[in-house]
Structure formats: C-alpha cells, structure tokens
C-alpha cells in the first residue's frame, strides 16, 4: 500500500516556474517507480517523467524534456517536478503514481496507486 499527497500546482505564466511535490508513505519502496503523469481537459492521462526510487534512473517524456526534472528526497519520502519554460499546453492536473512492481513503464495502467491530483495552469 503507498499512500500519494501532491502539492505545489497554482496559476504561473508562460515562461515561469513551479515545483510540484509528491509526498510518499509506504511500509517499503524497494521496488517502487515514481512518475508524474498529466491529464488535459478532454485528452487522456499523459506520461510526464518517472523516477526509479533505489537508483534515481529517470526517464522524462519528450514534450518535457529539457524543461522538466524529476527527483526524489530519501529523506523526506518525497518526489518532486521542477517545471520550468511552462507553456500554456502544460496546464493540466498532475498525478503522482507509484508502480511497487519495478516496472519502468510509460503506461498509466501499469501503476497502482495515485494520489488527487494537483492543478497547474499556465496563462499565455
């Protein structure tokens, strides 16, 4: 069972900046792969970045790339995303999951848990 709080949307413009944060709680992340994924109105969930939790292997979508950083804090159970250069097609809701089965996947249906959600809007 793993547990996902994220945080850290909001209204920036074109051209800013914004940290998400994914607060993580679970009994092991041995196996665990952390991603972020978005979700646009009307368009389906979208892989953005994952990171491997024992190792800190990234892999980020290309539409992101160069922009966006995944990373994670040992010490605080947490995942972030650096968004910087935001673009008005970035504004969606931005999931963090968590897949425990070590599985270095784009697919959303690969992953177990999820957490609520947070908005991030860009306005041109």
């Known amino acids: 069972q793993v547990e996902l709080v994220e945080s850290g949307g909001g209204l920036v413009q074109t051209g800013g900046s914004l940290r998400l944060s994914c607060a993580a709680a679970a009994r092991t992340f041995s196996r665990t792969i952390m991603a972020w994924f978005r979700q646009a109105p009307g368009k389906e969930r979208e892989f953005v970045a994952f990171?491997?939790?024992?190792?800190?292997?990234?892999r980020h979508a290309d539409p992101v790339k160069g922009r966006f950083t995944i990373s994670r804090d040992y010490t605080k159970n947490t995942v972030y995303l650096q968004m910087n250069s935001l673009k008005f097609e970035d504004t969606a809701v931005y999931y963090c999951?968590?897949?425990?089965?070590?599985?270095?996947?784009?697919?959303?249906?690969?992953?177990?848990?999820w957490g609520q959600g947070t908005q991030v809007t860009v306005s041109s």
């Open positions: 990171i491997v939790w024992n190792t800190g292997y990234t």
């Open positions: 999951a968590a897949n425990v089965r070590l599985r270095f996947s784009e697919m959303a249906h690969e992953y177990e848990y």
